[in-house]
Every structure is written in structure tokens, then in C-alpha cells.
């Protein structure tokens, strides 16, 4: 479900019972080799990622992080059943092989999908792939056009249809979100009042017909093929999927979505390499989709604006985790300058004064 040898041992406070995982593999996964082993994929803020080997055998365990309650975003059962919906229906998705609900096996649910063998872009290319424009245009028109094919899965067909309500979607969004920044604010925590402000005054009058969302949908969330690099085999990360107005699933990408030339305070924010010479700029983004898809998106910043609003909670909320002790991973650290720099971002997209044109 991830690529190459990125992974690490596990980090200190994030560890697992590997003799008591062993024991539960082996009574419900037939074949089981032994010794099974499991590293920790480091990327990542927010449910804990594992790999797991058995022989010949990988899969990929996922698991809340510790220190959090439970939640939709943490809800292993919801991410195992988007998983079981799209089989078969979305080429993307990794398979879902098994879930656990007992707490007593590693102290938490989780559920173990097969892992997609690939290439996934972090804030550089990786070693060995030399980011030439050509291949830049060519894989990130691979993930808008493999969002938009998500965003045409039948969902009611793939029987998940009670995932979410998406009518008042966009109205919930705002308001849960303005709610849980308010709940994470720590004493250095910047303003939200004036962007929640306009982001409630300027929901869309209408919204578009429900579609699917990934809700974390970023170059970092989707694997890339080793032998055509060009050619996006997976998508990972369901935790936050849901049902809604489909442009909800475009602004929180645009969010992401750092440029060359954009101000040095919002580059610094960067965590992929949408900067690069050969890469779309967010007005191709928007044109690409809208050609895939026929979905109008004539205004599209409010969704934007929300998008860097929402990335800016979660920014917040795992940099709480960090400030309460309950993470000792260094990279929370600096999480809240990024909270500070999306805001600000977000209310210039309000104002009409940067984002897609």
C-alpha cells in the first residue's frame, strides 16, 4: 500500500505488540510464515501506518494514532468498509484483507489492507527519479484524472450510500471544522474568527450532485507504478472519505497545491512537489477536472478558502497532540507556523486576492 523501503523501526511511544499481532494473523490468516515482521511508515500525521510481513507476504496495518478518541477520521471499521465498497469498482483502492475490532490484540482497532508496491512523491522526488517536466505533467494529470474517476463511482451501487449525508454537507463542513479549531487551539493559536466569518457567509447557494470523496486527496496519497512511473496505480489513506458536493474534495487538494512563485511565507508550507518546472498550476488543475468530469466550477473560491481553512485545523490539531506531550514526533513541531500561513493564505483567497484565476 506504500512504496519502495520507506519505512523505519517504530518510533518511540508508536510501537506494537508484534508477539500478540503474531498470534492473531496466524489464527485468521491462513498460510502464515513465521517470523512476521513490522516497520513503521514515518509520513504521515495522522493514523499510525505499519508494514507487515509474513514470507513473501505484505500488507499494510493501519491503526488510530495514540492519545486521540475516536472519531470518524479514526474509525478503523468506516475505512475498512470504503475499502470493501470499492473493490472491484475503483482500480485504485487497496484490498482490504482483514479487521479487528478487539482491542486487547495491539491496544487499538485496526485492519490490514495488501500493500501497493510504487513510487510515492513526497516534499522531493525520490532517488533515482529524475523529475523531468515531462514526467511531472504526466503524473499529476494522473491524480486529477483518477479523482475525477472517483468522483463517478456509483456509491449507492457500491453499497455505501449511508456513508455520509450530503445534503447541508457544505453547511456541516463549516461549521464542524470552525468547531474543532476552536477545541485545538493551543496559547500561540492565530485568529480564525474573520476567514470562519466569510466562509459561513459564502457557502454556495446550491450545491453539486453527492459524489464519493477521498477528503485527503494529494500526491502523497497515491502510488505511482516502479516500471511507468507516469501510470498511478493506488490510492491510499480512506480515513476521512465520505459523501458530499464533490468541489469540497477539489478545494482540499488546492490546498496543497504550492506553485512556483507563490510567496515565500506559503512556500515554506510545502509538502509536495507541485513547484516543479512541468507542473500544473491550480487554474489547470480546476481546467482538467472540469473536463473530465463536466462539472461546472465557475467560482471556485470559496472551496478553496475552505480547503486551507480545514488544513489548517488539522495543522492545529496534531500540533496539540505534540503540545500536550502526546506525540514526541520533532516534525509537529513546526506545525504551528503552518497553521498561521494557511490562514492568512485562506483569507486572501476570501479577499479575491490569490488562487486560481
Avoid at 496466524?26 to 500525521?45: D, H, M, N, S
Amino acid at each position: 500500500m506504500t512504496t519502495g523501503e520507506d519505512t523505519s523501526p517504530l518510533r518511540a511511544g508508536e510501537g506494537l505488540d508484534v508477539a500478540a499481532l503474531a498470534r492473531y494473523l496466524a489464527e485468521t490468516i491462513e498460510g502464515l510464515v513465521e517470523p512476521l515482521t513490522v516497520r513503521q511508515f514515518p509520513a504521515g500525521f495522522s493514523n499510525l501506518t505499519y508494514l507487515v510481513r509474513s514470507g513473501s507476504s505484505e500488507w499494510v496495518l493501519r491503526r488510530p494514532p495514540h492519545g486521540t478518541r475516536p472519531s470518524s477520521g479514526h474509525d478503523m471499521a468506516r475505512e475498512f468498509r470504503v475499502l470493501s465498497g470499492l473493490l472491484g469498482r475503483y482500480p485504485y483502492a487497496p484490498e482490504p484483507v482483514l479487521l479487528c475490532e478487539d482491542v486487547s490484540v495491539i491496544g487499538a482497532p485496526f485492519y490490514l489492507a495488501r500493500r501497493i508496491r510504487g513510487v510515492i512523491l513526497r516534499r522531493e522526488y525520490p532517488p533515482g527519479l529524475p523529475p523531468s517536466s515531462t514526467l511531472v505533467r504526466a503524473q499529476q494529470e494522473a491524480l486529477v484524472d483518477a479523482l475525477a474517476e472517483l468522483h463517478r463511482v456509483d456509491f449507492v451501487e457500491a453499497g455505501l450510500a449511508s456513508l455520509g449525508q450530503p445534503v447541508g454537507y457544505v453547511e456541516r463542513q463549516v461549521r464542524g471544522w470552525g468547531s474543532r479549531y476552536d477545541r485545538a487551539r493551543t496559547d500561540d493559536s492565530p485568529d480564525s474568527a474573520s476567514l470562519l466569518a466569510w466562509l459561513q457567509a459564502n457557502r454556495p447557494v446550491s450545491e453539486h450532485a453527492a459524489a464519493l470523496l477521498h477528503n485527503d486527496y494529494k500526491l502523497d496519497n497515491v502510488v505511482f507504478d516502479e516500471r511507468a512511473p507516469d501510470r498511478l496505480i493506488g490510492v491510499l489513506d480512506w480515513e476521512m472519505a465520505t459523501l458530499g458536493d464533490p468541489r469540497m474534495d477539489l478545494g482540499c487538494s488546492l490546498a496543497y497545491w504550492i506553485e512556483a512563485g507563490d510567496p515565500d511565507w506559503l512556500a515554506a508550507t510545502r509538502t509536495l512537489p507541485t513547484h516543479l518546472p512541468g507542473s500544473l498550476t491550480r487554474s489547470e488543475v480546476l481546467a482538467r477536472y472540469e473536463r473530465a468530469t463536466g462539472l461546472p466550477l465557475t467560482d471556485m473560491r470559496f472551496f478553496h478558502a475552505f480547503g486551507l481553512f480545514r488544513l489548517a485545523v488539522i495543522a492545529q490539531q496534531i500540533y496539540l497532540r505534540f503540545v500536550r506531550g502526546q506525540t514526541r514526533d520533532q516534525r509537529f513541531a513546526v506545525l504551528g507556523q503552518m497553521v498561521r500561513a494557511l490562514l492568512r493564505a485562506g483569507e486572501l483567497v476570501a479577499a479575491g486576492r490569490f488562487g486560481p484565476t
